[in-house]
């Protein structure tokens, strides 16, 4: 039997507000265990939450973005479970009432557009994590809490059951971050878990209307776990409906070590959150104006932006998507369009050796030493024919390394083009010397070694010959 | 003389014009705490340092003829009000070392108005329950006779004010723990509207219920407290941006042609006689006064006590899950602690609450739980909402509703511990009034053939403080029911 899967994703992204969501406190990742933290936080008795309003505000914003309708009237709600690292014994969620509703993302998969639904996006606060001796190497059996990300803002994402293949989930993820980086809402970096994503999935019969029972994968805590995870859990379900077994309805977590699923079985799973509104918060009311004020300040989004780069700078609908993709590659694109590089070329340097680099060393274009404007410079020193495209790659490299123009690189290296007809006449000579016997054979019709002579001569050169003299100047002498 | 019996307006007077300084007025408090407090037992903590020092801080603001409010006035606050560097707990074994690092709001303001902290009263534990009880330490006495109880949750706070033993205090009121402990020990309690006073710091019980309010040897004290805590507060969202206006005005107003609304479902067969009496002599003492009297009805009065004790429950029990043991208060000890952290919690929480609070969270537990939500916390919602619309209703037609504050005077020790549904109807008259969000006053209305004090209450519209209490000092002044004192 041919199955299809059925996806939904739950989304959980930590939002770039610079105080958490009920108190004062810092958000800042990474600072000594519970230094970011006050009796609110710690959930202390008699304390109190006030919102943050700057989280409605990215939630909003969020929503807007992802065309949801902004709930004039939405609240919170407790979610009640006992764990070391929720210090009030609930987290502050929103339940009945969220904030947007019924969006929908585009998403690109095989060269056709297909939107996936979102249900809904809430706020929520995150929870402190627990530290375990035992898990960490140490030798004792203690526990630790830190609270410092207690409270942090977060918003759930939630989609439609609409994505039927791994394909589709990582392109989701892929647009649903660069929107959430695009607004400045999230950092969207799922290794330091401020983005992360819990699927729901499920199988049926090709042609089957209903759904199938659905598993839940947590802990996909990369990006590029999110098809392996999904691809994993898929064949699993499948194997089990061939061997004449039965999905069963439970959380199952992903072992990136292992590369599958494993269930989480036991009690953890058996809650019941008991949801009731937060007697501590008034409800939210948004109005009318507020929400057209933000939906006026959003910025050009991914897909706008693409359509955009397609047809204002000639770009190949592939070059635009890639290059739009993060918001500070198609600004720093734009850079150098506007100094007058010109956006084709400029595209082909910065998705090939830019991306190349940058990967190398794991970095993002925003930590880039080399600007726009020097990439121009170089791309204007190869317009005039003072360096070649090969000796350009060299430039780029070092201009990338030291950021330094590639006119001074150029003076510095003595990497300037030789154009110059006597000098390369000179290589000429010793190559065609030192060669006699390619020499006959071309003579004799062996064309194809042309190409060597020329390779022989820029090597000679350290590959600083005018490429195209060289080639003239060869033909000539040799027939 | 006794400056322990003086009333926040006659020791302001007295500071204020150097007839005697903070430290003398504090020091005849303290001397009668030490005479009396064996057998009243209102205090949980007494923080005497911390008193002199505030005391000495206000008299040097009263010498450079910079007076406030309370500046050297010592109050007594129940002990589920947080005290920055003073031991608050609830009456709880699991906060019993519970030392906050913060201030709540009320107290903060009482601060910035210059008073002293006499200590921390007694209560039903986290304020659950109608006698003191249910504290975790020990049970109060009623001043009146000291063989009954003060009533709850305020109790500590109650019976401290009525045996002169601070000038005035501060207590919550839930579902009636300012008003039936005042009516029980003779004293003033006022529960404002909710959203009036901020609630930060306020350890919680009952979230959309919990008010802090005053208990005053009379009514004048309740309007100058009320103007010192009440007011939005940025760290409470559900504090209320209302006007505060200065509640002592209104009072020595007439209080002709207001009209009184009589409940008819208040006033119910097989209720105490005396009680009854005693009401409906005020309220002939009302119309005497100029107000008139007109039967009304709260039609859903029937379903408070039932809503409530859901409500209630529900936001308690939630509320009181951080006591886990992991972060602070008590945790049951290394060898009693468990074997994993299931273990702790659920000894934590076992050795540390006491019978009342295991059973509101496990009711508050249960009618929270998937597939009874509907059936208990949404109906008990529901009913609350016709609750609210029965008293928006009587008020298009009156100014203020009349009613007892509590069914009986006090009762003896024990007498309905056994029975919690029994303790639990203690604060039929009272519940509607949390459920509604309206603010109540108890005032003293009579005595008991036993010599017990009966409790008058009246009830206002939402942010209307002033109107119930320029009734009650109008009915205050034409009688002699707050002059008596206990003879302890």
Redesign the interface.
Same mark, same amino acid.
């Given at each position: 039997m041919k199955y299809e899967a059925v996806i939904g994703l739950e989304v959980h992204a930590q939002m770039l507000t610079d105080s958490k969501i009920f108190c004062g406190c810092s958000t800042r990742f990474g600072s000594e265990p519970n230094t970011q933290t006050c =009796?609110v936080c710690? &959930?202390? %008795?008699? *304390? #109190? =939450? *006030? #919102?943050n309003k700057k989280a409605i505000e990215f939630a909003a914003k969020t929503g807007l973005a992802t065309d949801c309708k902004i709930s004039s009237y939405s609240r919170f709600a407790?979610k009640?479970y006992?764990y %070391?690292d929720l =210090? @009030? &014994? $609930?987290q502050i969620s929103q339940y009945e009432l969220p904030i947007c509703e019924h969006g929908f993302i585009e998403i690109v998969v095989d060269s056709e557009i297909k939107r996936i639904g979102i249900t809904r996006i809430h706020m929520e606060e995150d929870a402190g994590k627990n530290i375990h001796e035992s898990a960490s190497g140490g030798a004792g059996n203690h526990?630790f *809490?830190d609270l410092n990300r207690a409270g942090v803002p977060l918003m759930e994402i939630v989609s439609e059951p609409d994505i039927r293949s791994p394909k589709e989930a990582a392109e989701y993820m892929k647009k649903l971050r660069a929107i959430l980086r695009y607004l400045g809402v999230c950092d969207g970096n799922m290794e330091q878990g401020s983005l992360r994503c819990d699927a729901n999935v499920s199988i049926r019969p090709v042609g089957q209307k209903e759904y199938g029972t659905r598993a839940e994968v947590k802990n996909i805590n990369s990006f590029k776990f999110v098809e392996k995870a999904l691809e994993y859990e898929i064949k699993r379900q499948i194997k089990v409906l061939e061997e004449g077994g039965k999905i069963i309805q439970e959380t199952r977590l992903w072992d990136s070590n292992k590369g599958i699923t494993e269930s989480m079985r036991g @009690?953890e799973e058996a809650h +019941?959150y008991? $949801?009731?509104p937060e %007697? +501590? #918060? *008034?409800p939210i009311t948004v109005e009318q104006k507020w929400i057209d004020e933000i939906k006026a300040s959003l910025p050009e989004l991914p897909d706008a932006k693409s359509k955009r780069f397609a047809s204002e700078y000639g770009l190949p609908e592939d070059d635009a998507d890639l290059l739009t993709s993060e918001k500070a590659l198609a600004e720093w694109f734009e850079e150098a369009v506007k100094a007058g590089g010109h956006p084709k070329a400029a595209a082909n340097w910065m998705m090939g050796e830019l991306m190349r680099l940058l990967n190398e060393e794991n970095k993002f274009i925003e930590e880039c030493r080399l600007k726009p404007k020097q990439l121009v410079g170089m791309l204007k020193l190869m317009d005039k024919g003072t360096i070649s495209g090969k000796i350009a790659k060299v430039v780029f490299e070092e201009m990338y390394k030291t950021g330094k123009d590639a006119e001074s690189i150029v003076k510095e290296k003595g990497l300037v083009q030789i154009s110059d007809e006597g000098a390369i006449e000179k290589a000429v000579d010793e190559v065609i010397a030192k060669n006699p016997k390619e020499v006959e054979r071309f003579k004799a019709g062996d064309e194809k070694l042309l190409g060597f002579f020329v390779g022989q001569i820029m090597k000679f050169t350290k590959g600083k010959a005018n490429p195209r003299i060289v080639n003239e100047m060869v033909k000539k002498r040799l027939t | 003389m006794e400056l322990y019996r003086l009333s926040i307006s006659e020791a302001r007077e007295m500071l204020d014009k150097r007839k005697i300084t903070a430290k003398e007025l504090l020091d005849s408090i303290y001397q009668r705490i030490e005479a009396v407090e064996e057998r009243v037992k209102a205090f949980i903590t007494l923080s005497k340092e911390k008193a002199y020092e505030m005391s000495d801080a206000s008299q040097k603001q009263i010498d450079s003829g910079r007076s406030f409010p309370l500046a050297g006035i010592p109050l007594a606050i129940k002990d589920n009000m947080c005290t920055k560097g003073i031991r608050t707990t609830c009456s709880s074994k699991i906060l019993a070392n519970f030392i906050p690092p913060y201030e709540s709001t009320a107290t903060s303001r009482l601060i910035n108005n210059g008073y002293a902290l006499l200590g921390k009263t007694n209560l039903d534990e986290f304020a659950m329950g109608s006698s003191t009880e249910n504290s975790g330490f020990f049970t109060t006495r009623n001043p009146w006779d000291i063989e009954r109880i003060p009533g709850g949750s305020s109790g500590g706070s109650a019976a401290a004010v009525a045996a002169d033993e601070c000038i005035a205090a501060l207590g919550s009121d839930t579902g009636g723990s300012i008003r039936q402990p005042a009516a029980l020990c003779g004293v003033v309690g006022l529960k404002p509207t909710y959203g009036r006073v901020s609630r930060y710091g306020l350890v919680a019980f009952a979230s959309s219920l919990d008010q802090i309010g005053p208990i005053t040897k009379n009514v004048k004290d309740s309007a100058i407290l009320l103007n010192v805590i009440s007011g939005k507060d940025p760290f409470d969202s559900t504090s209320a941006p209302a006007a505060v206006p200065d509640f002592t005005k209104v009072l020595g107003n007439e209080i002709k042609g207001l009209k009184i609304g009589i409940p008819k479902e208040y006033f119910i067969k097989g209720m105490d006689r005396e009680i009854e009496e005693s009401v409906k002599t005020a309220i002939k003492k009302l119309e005497s006064l100029g107000a008139i009297p007109v039967e009304i009805s709260l039609p859903h009065t029937g379903y408070a006590v039932a809503a409530y004790y859901v409500l209630a429950t529900s936001e308690a029990s939630s509320n009181l899950a951080r006591y886990d043991g992991v972060k602070y208060g008590f945790r049951a000890s290394a060898l009693g602690g468990g074997k994993d952290l299931m273990e702790m919690y659920m000894n934590t929480r076992a050795q540390g609450f006491g019978a009342e609070v295991k059973r509101r969270i496990m009711l508050g537990t249960y009618a929270l739980s998937s597939g009874y939500y509907d059936a208990y916390y949404k109906k008990a919602q529901q009913a609350r909402t016709l609750i609210k619309a029965d008293f928006e209703k009587a008020f298009n037609s009156v100014d203020m509703i009349v009613t007892p504050t509590s069914p009986t005077a006090a009762f003896k020790s024990g007498e309905k511990t056994d029975d919690p549904l029994q303790m639990y109807l203690s604060d039929i008259f009272t519940i509607s009034v949390n459920l509604a969000g309206i603010p109540a006053i108890s005032i003293p209305c009579g005595f008991t053939s036993n010599n017990l004090p009966i409790g008058l209450q009246i009830i206002g519209r939402h942010f209307d403080e002033e109107t119930i209490l320029k009734a009650a000092y109008a009915y205050e002044q034409s009688t002699n029911w707050h002059k008596r004192k206990p003879n302890l």
């Open positions: =009796p710690i &959930g202390m %008795p008699g *304390v #109190l =939450p *006030v #919102l407790r009640n006992f %070391p =210090p @009030k &014994g $609930y526990s *809490v @009690k +019941d008991r $949801y009731f %007697p +501590d #918060l *008034v | -």
